[in-house]
């Protein structure tokens, strides 16, 4: 890529930040605007409608950027929890790591690659030369100057472990202060019980009721069984789209009666009024949830699983670290999700379904990524315009124009990637869905690995070898050449990634501000359709979908540090606005569904790790390529010492976010024993994790309550 074309990216991608930011500023102070930019503050009540005009609200400021500032990190964890807390500490860790790489590399390393003499480079037509003379390219072979790279490399690598270890301590601690802090809640006294085994002329629940009375009878307390409730659930879905489709209806004029058939598809049959018919399929389908409900509650199939709550956490987790039978796979313990969390479709599914569904998810994933290669592909083509004139002759002509072979070469490419990459993180989530998982934090966790390991093939491994030599497979039948062939292909793919941090990167993250989506679809809701303005859901950050892009990020910036370190000024930009704009979306926009108690930052460890085994691999391949053998020998033991690194945070500080300590639950129930609202707290923790499907249901066939749902769940 020439550096003109890099600039037309830089160019057209700051037009565009500074044009979401612009348009943000000014509809976010418009009225009709605060359920797209201000849905929290509406639900918290501390924000309401306001028709008065105002000529300041037409113009574009920069208060709330200073808003966004201002809370401490003790107000974002009181108000969106602590894994908000983690995605802000990623910002906050990335912007740490490459501020330092940011001063070694533009200052040093850069200016190095820049006097080099590899490549040919003429000066007086700069604008027209390859991205490439900015990298380690440029720099002579046997160079002693590369021992400056090398350098930066050890440096690099024991900053990163520092801080690494630093944000380890500081979240674990964070973690312990923020459940010490907490209230009691159902799931920390709670686990879920499978692979109960079942006995002649007993019934499942019998067969629990006796096993924690015998073997815990101090601290059992009590269980509520896990049915089969997919019908009703079917039913209740059913019943709420009817319920939509009439609380439209009866929105409408009522002059204007529509009428339909009772017959088969509307088409025969006698003609009734619509909205007479669908009240009365309405109430026939409550009155058939009502009596599934009843059915199950008492004759229905019971499953081997069963939520045990027990009087103190204490207990729960001595239950929960101890094998129960002689059997390991029966009476199998897990700590159980909040009772909001629970994903109940999962419990609908036979062992056989999910041992399945588990082969078909990895068959899913496989297949893919082999689709994805096509746009990869493509893209590499775009980048590359002989190759692109060969395939596509008559594009010829307009190749020639400067400004056109610009966008293509430098915006197209990462722009179509991106577009492609919109369809992943639903993709997986819903894959993730099928494996099994009892809870949605935990879908969202299994889905941002899902995310994050595609991304990293799809986009880093797979443009690297489609846009290189290494298009054949001869880099797998001789993994002793690996870390050489790395070495000459991911440099070479530097100004492409370059592109994709400014165009995914800047881009992604001002239209994160923006919510062009949501903005489009709450204009259709409120001038294209009947439904009340009152009704409005408080979204959820999508924590799989945005870690798993900012951990790529930061893959990018590890491994092109040393490689091409122009890519590390484009990625401060990149973190600066997003710890911004998320601060901003966590306390305006998103509203948290679930907590996992900062379960996401073993995730951002990882992947970390791997980024910088990934740079020590690349540095021992360049080394050799570029005729320094002793420095090349010299980066062997950095990916050792790495992974020993890594083996102490694992044992140092992953037992804490697998499980609390003891030390941690005694001291919790002794403070809960003089609180005397802990025996309310235990007489609805029986009661907590009921199926949702089996309580009580609300009739809504009123015109007057179509803002309440058809079915309202009471909490318990």
């Known amino acids: 890529m020439l550096v003109s074309a890099l600039l037309t990216s830089v160019g057209i991608n700051l037009g565009i930040c500074i044009l979401f930011f612009t348009l943000y500023s000014i509809l976010r102070k418009q009225p009709g605007n605060i359920h797209v930019y201000a849905p929290r503050l509406i639900a918290e009540g501390k924000s309401v409608l306001s028709d008065h005009f105002n000529i300041e609200s037409l113009l574009p400021s920069a208060g709330w950027v200073q808003r966004a500032w201002q809370p401490s990190e003790e107000d974002l964890l009181s108000t969106s929890g602590l894994d908000a807390v983690v995605l802000i500490r990623v910002f906050i860790f990335s912007l740490r790591v490459f501020s330092f790489a940011g001063i070694i590399g533009i200052f040093i390393l850069l200016p190095v690659n820049y006097s080099g003499s590899q490549l040919s480079i003429d000066f007086s037509d700069l604008p027209n030369e390859s991205v490439d003379i900015f990298s380690i390219s440029n720099v002579d072979n046997g160079s002693k100057r590369l021992w400056i790279h090398f350098c930066a490399v050890y440096v690099f690598t024991g900053v990163v472990c520092f801080l690494l270890y630093y944000e380890y301590k500081h979240i674990s601690s964070k973690r312990i202060t923020y459940f010490y802090a907490s209230k009691p809640q159902p799931h920390q006294f709670t686990l879920l019980v ?212 610009e966008i293509i070469t430098g915006y197209l490419p990462s722009l179509i990637l991106q577009l492609f990459l919109k369809v992943v993180p639903p993709i997986m989530k819903i894959l993730s869905s099928m494996q099994g998982h009892i809870s949605n934090s935990r879908i969202l966790m299994s889905a941002c690995k899902k995310v994050l390991w595609f991304t990293i093939w799809n986009i880093f491994f797979a443009n690297v070898l489609s846009g290189s030599a290494l298009s054949q497979f001869s880099i797998i039948l001789d993994p002793k050449t690996i870390p050489e062939k790395l070495a000459v292909a991911v440099p070479a793919q530097a100004s492409f990634f370059i592109a994709y ?211 309202h769940s009471r909490d318990v």
């Not at 909001?340 to 041992?355: E, G, K, L």
């Not at 594009?395 to 020639?400: A, M, N, P, V």
């Open 194 to 405: 499978s692979g109960i085994p079942s006995s002649a002329g007993k019934s499942f629940n019998d067969s629990v009721e006796s096993f924690f009375t015998e073997f815990h009878p101090i601290t059992y307390l009590s269980h509520i069984m896990v049915r089969r409730t997919n019908k009703i659930r079917n039913l209740i879905r059913d019943g709420n789209r009817l319920y939509k489709r009439l609380v439209n209806l009866k929105s409408k004029d009522p002059a204007h009666k529509k009428y339909t058939r009772d017959g088969f598809l509307g088409l025969f049959g006698r003609k009734v009024d619509l909205v007479d018919h669908h009240e009365k399929k309405l109430e026939d389908l409550e009155d058939n949830v009502r009596m599934e409900q009843l059915s199950v509650s008492l004759t229905g199939e019971e499953l081997p699983a069963a939520f045990v709550s027990f009087k103190s956490r204490y207990g729960a987790a001595v239950a929960l670290h101890i094998q129960q039978s002689t059997n390991p796979t029966e009476w199998v313990m897990e700590q159980a999700p909040e009772p909001h969390d629970v994903y109940w479709p999962f419990f609908s599914a036979s062992f056989m379904q999910r041992w399945v569904f588990k082969l078909v998810v990895f068959v899913a994933c496989f297949i893919l990524t082999l689709l994805f290669l096509i746009p990869v592909v493509f893209v590499q083509g775009l980048t590359n315009l002989q190759q692109l004139e060969t395939y596509m002759p008559f594009l010829k002509g307009i190749l020639t124009i400067t400004f056109v072979s």
């Open 501 to 711: 941090v400014v165009t995914s990167g800047w881009s992604g993250i001002s239209s994160e501000l923006f919510r062009m989506i949501p903005l489009i679809c709450d204009f259709i809701r409120r001038h294209c359709s009947c439904s009340s303005d009152d009704e409005f859901v408080v979204p959820s950050i999508p924590y799989h979908s945005e870690i798993a892009k900012i951990l790529f990020f930061g893959l990018l910036g590890i491994t092109y540090f040393f490689l091409a370190p122009l890519i590390l000024p484009f990625l401060l930009v990149y973190y600066c606005l997003g710890y911004i704009i998320y601060r901003n979306q966590f306390l305006n926009v998103y509203e948290p569904k679930f907590e996992t108690g900062g379960k996401f930052w073993p995730i951002v460890h990882t992947s970390t790790i791997f980024s910088l085994i990934l740079m020590h691999i690349l540095a021992v391949g360049l080394f050799a390529l570029k005729e320094l053998p002793l420095a090349s020998s010299l980066c062997i033991p950095l990916p050792i010492v790495t992974l020993l690194f890594n083996d102490y945070c694992r044992k140092r500080f992953l037992p804490i976010f697998a499980a609390y300590p003891a030390e941690c639950l005694i001291k919790k129930d002794r403070e809960d024993q003089n609180d005397a609202a802990m025996t309310e707290f235990l007489d609805k923790l029986v009661t907590a994790y009921l199926d949702p499907s089996l309580l009580p249901m609300q009739n809504s066939s009123d015109v007057e309550g179509y803002h309440s749902p058809l079915l």
